[in-house]
């Protein structure tokens, strides 16, 4: 449970009568007007390693042209001359040849997203407030504040009625055991795996690599293995088991499987990300760690990867781009997310007060860098014009904020909290539309961790919104302090109404819904 989450509201004492008051949390610094030009030239330099096939393309257009436009008489001419000159003819194939072996070597491979399944807990595991309120009290390890607290943080984060949590944690009193933790990773990759192959009709002895994310739940043997061993993978698979890495995790697991698809021919990548409750629900008072029980939910999501040049024609997606930041090195954002004990030794995932402070600079390097890739070169040249300005000129040059709607149609926000949701609308002035697909996530099932950027394209595949050509960018926070970004570009349309397997199939003709502010 990692926890790019909604930031933690200041928890104080109240008056004499001892209740609880929740003051606002600060919001995020206006990062797009504070970009830095050390962002700004690593995307660049991003762009630079992209630069032999964007300089070939024009090249081999001109040159085909120019064949166009030849007649008998000119090919004819051309023949005769190459044909008198055998050492310039050598030199032009053998040119050509280093020029294509150069090229077929050093560009990247595409990766292609076959298809993903999200899974969708039974109804039996819903927790309503009302359920949750009434649990925490009769289990007696929270005091009267603390269950206020929950109480008003459930009220206002933007969480429905009908998000779930693990059978243990439905249990009275509580069985936050081993085994449960166990059941429930089986459940979850399980169920989305079986969904996953059943629509791709792809065989699991196909999977030659298989990266799993989880962060708070790393057993041994690993989730990776517990996967090999129920599908009855290959001997020779890649498996990689990623933990302890947040929310974010999720971009990061699909980055890994992408370099390994960079080095290895005609292969089918599994990645699956999920988070653990049952062995990570804070049974304390401390306010600060108490959060993620109020946000945190149920939830994991399978996504199949190909290399294979055939698969391109019934691929959903094309991946373009992944910008990673990792700002670890600042021991504040190191640990505004941090698992620990309390005074009671109870352990738990603590979210610090400056978490949105840290969450902005974060995603200010992540969207310089990404800005070079993605947006149009007009916004590009006044973008950097802009910020050169005010770097060598005056300060008093007012800064040129991107339109990243330009760059994407469709935005997957993490759906961490409603205060992450909601600044991230302001400050990249999107409107609602472009962050319903996060808020409907929320409502519905929940912080699913590393997952929820997958139930959000989901909900945007049920609503019959993705075109073939669109632009999709999914971003997400996590500890460490992290903020990575994914961008796919759609090479068929998606059409309404979801499969049966969608977890959005029984629910999407109900939403969007009207949030209480």
Wanted: with cysteine; hydrophobic share 40%.
């Amino acid at each position: 449970m990692s926890r790019g989450s909604q930031p933690p509201p200041a928890a104080t004492n109240g008056g004499d009568d001892g209740s609880v008051r929740i003051e606002q949390a600060r919001k995020l610094p206006d990062f797009v007007q504070s970009m830095n030009l050390k962002s700004v030239k690593l995307g660049y330099h991003y762009l630079i390693t992209h630069l032999t096939p964007l300089c070939l393309a024009p090249l081999i257009a001109v040159a085909i042209v120019q064949a166009s436009q030849m007649n008998s008489d000119d090919i004819q001419k051309l023949y005769s001359h190459l044909h008198h000159n055998p050492v310039i003819t050598a030199i032009v194939f053998a040119a050509l040849a280093f020029g294509s072996a150069v090229y077929t070597a050093t560009r990247p491979r595409p990766v292609f997203l076959v298809d993903y399944s999200c899974y969708r807990p039974p109804d039996h595991l819903q927790v309503p407030f009302h359920s949750f309120m009434e649990h925490s009290r009769i289990t007696g390890d929270f005091d009267e504040s603390s269950l206020e607290f929950q109480r008003k943080i459930l009220e206002r984060a933007g969480v429905g009625e009908e998000t779930c949590v693990p059978a243990a944690l439905h249990s009275l009193p509580p069985r936050p055991s081993m085994a449960a933790a166990r059941e429930e990773a089986e459940t979850v990759m399980f169920g989305a795996l079986d969904n996953l192959f059943n629509s791709t009709n792809v065989k699991p002895k196909d999977i030659e690599i298989l990266v799993v994310n989880c962060s708070l739940f790393n057993p041994t043997p690993s989730l990776s293995a517990m996967i090999v061993n129920k599908y009855k993978l290959r001997g020779n698979i890649r498996s990689f088991n990623l933990g302890g890495m947040g929310c974010s995790a999720g971009v990061i697991a699909l980055d890994l499987a992408k370099d390994m698809l960079q080095v290895r021919r005609n292969t089918y990548a599994v990645v699956v990300s999920t988070e653990n409750i049952t062995q990570n629900w804070y049974f304390g008072n401390k306010k600060s760690m108490l959060i993620p029980n109020c946000l945190f939910r149920l939830g994991g999501a399978a996504v199949l990867l190909s290399n294979k040049p055939a698969d391109r024609r019934r691929a959903k997606y094309k991946l373009l781009h992944v910008v990673r930041t990792h700002c670890g090195a600042n021991d504040e954002a190191f640990r505004c997310v941090y698992q620990d004990q309390d005074e009671e030794s109870k352990t738990g995932v603590s979210l610090s007060k400056n978490l949105m402070e840290i969450a902005g600079q974060a995603l200010k390097a992540n969207i310089t860098t990404l800005g070079p890739l993605v947006l149009p070169i007009s916004e590009q040249i006044l973008f950097f014009v802009k910020l050169v300005g005010r770097r060598f000129l005056s300060q008093e040059i007012k800064p040129y904020i991107p339109d990243f709607k330009l760059a994407f149609e469709h935005f997957c926000i993490h759906a961490g909290g409603r205060g992450v949701i909601d600044e991230l609308e302001k400050k990249l002035e999107l409107s609602p539309a472009h962050v319903e697909a996060s808020r409907m996530t929320l409502h519905r099932f929940g912080n699913t961790s590393s997952s929820s950027i997958w139930y959000e394209l989901a909900y945007t595949e049920a609503k019959g919104r993705v075109r073939r050509g669109d632009r999709v960018w999914q971003i997400a926070f996590g500890s460490g302090f992290k903020c990575n970004s994914a961008v796919w570009k759609a090479l068929r349309n998606v059409a309404a109404p979801p499969p049966p397997t969608s977890p959005w199939a029984d629910c999407i003709h109900r939403y969007p819904v009207q949030i209480a502010s």
